[in-house]
Nanobody
Framework: QVQLVESGGGLVQAGGSLRLSCAASGYTFSRYAMGWLRQDPGKESEFLAAISWIGGSTDYADSVKGRFTISRDNAKNTVYLQMNSLKPEDTAVYYC?????????????????WGQGTQVTVSS
């Protein structure tokens, strides 16, 4: 079955960095665009970054542009999110998701598969 497993979350001080990974299995990873979104309890999910199926196109939310970088390794079926200059407002549960259309997408409804999430907490 399809599985997306995030890792790399944790507690970090403001200004620090984290690298999230998302390992995919159960589908043809290289044919899907991938995205990272986050969610606070009681709030809607927030788009962060997306990368097309071969990595030629990327898209970022304004809130993370210049601080976060999305990348993928199709040989390892893994997508990454490098997060630098973290701020307390970046605290949330971070999810990776797969979009079979192959192009970058910002809306949560465009993603067919989701991981279970990993907590990122940024202390001030």
């Amino acid at each position: 079955q399809v599985q997306l497993v995030e890792s790399g979350g944790g507690l970090v001080q403001a200004g620090g960095s984290l690298r999230l990974s998302c390992a995919a299995s159960g589908y043809t990873f290289s044919r899907y665009a991938m995205g990272w979104l986050r969610q606070d309890p009681g709030k809607e999910s927030e788009f962060l970054a997306a990368i097309s199926w071969i990595g030629g196109s990327t898209d970022y939310a304004d809130s993370v542009k210049g601080r976060f970088t999305i990348s993928r390794d199709n040989a390892k079926n893994t997508v990454y999110l490098q997060m630098n200059s973290l701020k307390p407002e970046d605290t949330a549960v971070y999810y990776c998701a797969a979009n079979y259309r192959g192009h970058v997408a910002r809306n949560s409804y465009e993603y067919e598969y989701w991981g279970q999430g990993t907590q990122v907490t940024v202390s001030s």
